[in-house]
T-cell receptor
Framework: DAGVTQSPTHLIKTRGQQVTLRCSPK?????VSWYQQALGQGPQFIFQ???????QRGNFPDRFSGHQFPNYSSELNVNALLLGDSALYLC???????????FGPGTRLLVL | GNSVTQMEGPVTLSEEAFLTINCTYT??????LFWYVQYPGEGLQLLLK?????DKGSNKGFEATYRKETTSFHLEKGSVQVSDSAVYFC?????????????FGTGTRLQVFP
């Protein structure tokens, strides 16, 4: 049983560019959340998707957007990249009615 | 709002020493509490959880008890190993209408030396 997978593992972009990160949830999970983890910090909640809709959003600007597909996989898009967007982006999935979130290995984004 | 506070690290121990990492929380309602571990260069792995007051979560020799009276969820292990070296995150599940998001502490780095 594959766990949560994310791609790519590493990414380097320049300021002003746009980036798309991808996540496939654990088998049987229909809810996907995205978190940003800056260096030396705990993860911060970006948003959560369920049934292809954004269910809740954390304190992140509109430059951060997402999507969930019918197969429950998800994308995180960040527009107009800033140096401060450099971080590890974590995807987590969970099943309906459950409360434990399982994390992927993350995508490390470096903005130059 | 809800929040989690962890002791600052790094915590440096010799192999077979006793470990305690303190975690306290502020929350309305009755959140579930979690400990996640992050090994170098990797994502987060669930270590243990507790869903209600006085519950004890345990896994791989680690334990934590949900203490509502002291709003704490301290992580303990009786005898640490070098392989336990990692960053440990305490988190609570902020359960709102139709959502569960995790609120994390800042993490505590554990370094275990032979």
């Amino acid at each position: 049983d594959a766990g949560v997978t994310q791609s790519p593992t590493h990414l380097i972009k320049t300021r002003g560019q746009q980036v798309t990160l991808r996540c496939s949830p654990k088998s049987g999970h229909d809810t996907v959340s995205w978190y940003q983890q800056a260096l030396g910090q705990g993860p911060q909640f970006i948003f959560q998707y369920y049934e292809e809709e954004e269910r809740q959003r954390g304190n992140f600007p509109d430059r951060f957007s997402g999507h969930q597909f019918p197969n429950y996989s998800s994308e995180l898009n960040v527009n107009a990249l800033l140096l401060g967007d450099s971080a590890l982006y974590l995807c987590a999935s969970m099943g309906s009615g459950q409360e434990t979130q399982y994390f992927g290995p993350g995508t490390r984004l470096l903005v130059l | 709002g809800n929040s989690v506070t962890q002791m600052e690290g790094p915590v440096t121990l010799s192999e077979e020493a006793f470990l305690t990492i303190n975690c306290t929380y502020t929350a309305t309602g009755y959140p579930s509490l979690f400990w996640y571990v992050q090994y170098p260069g990797e994502g987060l792995q669930l270590l243990l959880k507790a869903t209600k007051a006085d519950d004890k979560g345990s896994n791989k020799g680690f334990e934590a008890t949900y203490r509502k009276e002291t709003t704490s969820f301290h992580l303990e292990k009786g005898s640490v190993q070098v392989s336990d070296s990692a960053v440990y995150f305490c988190a609570l599940s902020d359960q709102g209408y139709n959502t569960d998001k995790l609120i994390f502490g800042t993490g505590t780095r554990l370094q275990v030396f032979p």
